[in-house]
């Protein structure tokens, strides 16, 4: 089935999220990434790079249709400051990068988190 992305920011996160949340794929994911440098395409984050591929590759193997929603987190001196709206979000709680969650009604059904965010056997059992 088709795999769908969109993207946002920080600063657009709650709009797009909204629209993301209201829309019909059976199965939706936040994926929380750095920032990419716009002349490498790479990420600020190793971490970031290894999982990217992973996840898009095990998602976009999956029999249903899924969303996935790209949050960057912004440059390394953003997302290192300890009140990032989304290290305080009390829903959301992140706490590295990438960070993969699985979106279900309107909670959170099952997350990776940076450390695991690349484990094509975990990115599987998410999607189940």
Not at 67 to 74: D, K, P, Y
Not at 114 to 127: G, M, N, Q, S, T
Request: glycine share 4%; proline share 9%; net charge neutral.
């Amino acid at each position: 089935m088709p795999l769908t992305m969109v993207d946002a920011s920080v600063v657009d996160f709650a709009a797009v999220f909204q629209k993301f949340k209201a829309d019909s794929p059976r199965k939706k994911f936040l994926l929380f990434l750095a920032d990419k440098d716009p002349i490498s395409s790479l990420s600020w984050c190793p971490d970031c790079n290894v999982a990217e591929p992973v996840i898009y590759q095990k998602l976009a193997a999956s029999a249903d249709e899924v969303a996935v929603l790209r949050a960057f987190v912004g440059d390394r001196p953003t997302w290192r400051s300890p009140v990032h709206p989304w290290r305080v979000d009390p829903l959301l709680k992140i706490r590295g990068v990438p960070t993969l969650i699985r979106w279900d009604g309107d909670a959170i059904a099952g997350r990776l988190e940076d450390y695991e965010a690349h484990v094509p056997r975990k990115i599987d059992a998410l999607l189940e």
